[in-house]
């Protein structure tokens, strides 16, 4: 079950995937400029653009 905490950290991670797509930027420049790795956003991108699979432990960054 998702808590509070766990849904805020997903809107906020929303809007940050919405950010990089709109900017233009490579994953890679944007983890930089923002001061997240390069693996963070990656995976945040993935679950984002599948949130079904989420729930699922082998999926999870």
């Known amino acids: 079950m998702e808590n509070k905490a766990n849904k805020e950290r997903e ?3 929303q809007g940050r995937v919405a950010q990089l797509q709109a900017s233009g930027l490579s994953q ?5 400029e923002h001061g997240f790795s390069e693996h ?7 679950r ?5 699979a989420s ?6 960054c």
């Not at 984002?48 to 079904?52: H, L, N, S, T």
């Open 40 to 46: 963070q956003v990656s995976c945040r991108v993935r």
């Open 55 to 60: 729930n699922h432990s082998f999926l999870r």
């Open 28 to 32: 890679r420049a944007y983890a930089m």
């Open 11 to 13: 809107q906020l991670w």
């Open 48 to 52: 984002i653009a599948k949130p079904q």
